[in-house]
């Protein structure tokens, strides 16, 4: 992950900080899609149907936002746009990833 450098004392490229931005948000999006489809695997393998398959996406949601606030050392809004993009960010490819392995 790579900071943005929104308190040092020089003057800040604004250039800068969006790519670094940018380059977090697709890394997460990465490893979420890569996270769900595991936990899809999971889901399909306990053979679990219904809300409880979907309530498993939502705990792989959650576990994977927590882990990348703990890898920010608890300071997200300096990598990410906001702390809801961590836990929600590219949602749709998420879900998508995860029902397609899960079913």
């Known amino acids: 992950m790579i900071p943005s450098p929104q308190r040092s004392a020089s003057p800040i490229n604004s250039d800068h900080i969006a790519e670094n931005i940018k380059h977090n948000t697709i890394l997460?999006?990465?490893?979420?899609?890569?996270?769900?489809?595991?936990?899809?695997?999971?889901?399909?393998?306990?053979?679990?149907?219904?809300?409880?398959?979907?309530?498993?996406?939502f705990i792989n949601l959650f576990i994977i936002g927590f882990l990348i606030i703990i890898k920010c050392n608890f300071k997200e809004k300096d990598y990410f746009p906001s702390t809801f993009s961590v836990f929600a960010g590219n949602l749709s490819m998420t879900f998508g990833s995860f029902l397609f392995v899960w079913t």
């Open 28 to 57: 997460s999006s990465k490893i979420k899609i890569a996270l769900s489809c595991l936990f899809g695997l999971f889901a399909g393998l306990l053979k679990l149907n219904g809300l409880f398959g979907l309530a498993l996406f």
